[in-house]
């Protein structure tokens, strides 16, 4: 392993869906994976459409198919939401905090249930912080 510790990126997405050099290969999440790691999706626009364009138009489907590939690369305890609410172009459809709600419903839409939705929205934060800081 390359680490000891779990290897967290708190705000990273899947470079298989969007190229930008900052989302995260195929190796990288394994090997955040094989450390018990974790991945928070960030919502900038620029990280998560596939053409890399900072559009606010930015739909929650492409959101929750970078949580679908990240549940299927690290599980369902590695996958977190990290925002990026201090700056960056978000979704217009969520815009800010108030609305997360929105995003929640997507995946209930596609089928997450409850305990999933609520590992992915803060449980998995809250087990990361227990497990590496105490």
């Known amino acids: 392993a390359l680490s000891d510790a779990p290897l967290v990126a ?13 989302n995260l ?22 990280f998560l459409r596939e053409d890399g364009r900072m559009n606010a138009d930015t739909s929650l489907d492409i959101m929750v198919r970078h949580i679908d590939s990240l549940l299927q ?3 369902e305890d590695g996958v977190g939401l990290g925002s990026d609410f201090d700056g960056a172009m978000i979704p217009a459809v969520i815009g800010d905090v108030a609305g997360l709600p ?18 992915i ?11 590496t800081i105490g």
Do not use: P
Request: glycine share 14%; proline share 0%; aromatic share 8%.
């Open 25 to 46: 290969t195929d190796w990288q999440l394994g090997a955040i994976r094989e450390t018990g790691g974790m991945v928070g999706l960030n919502f900038a626009t620029g």
């Open 121 to 131: 929205a803060y449980r998995n934060w809250l087990n990361m912080l227990e497990k």
């Open 102 to 119: 929105k995003l929640i419903d997507a995946l209930a839409a596609r089928g997450f249930g409850r305990a999933l939705i609520e590992k």
């Open 10 to 22: 708190t705000h990273s997405n899947v470079h298989a869906i969007c190229g930008h050099s900052r």
């Open 73 to 75: 690369a690290l599980g």
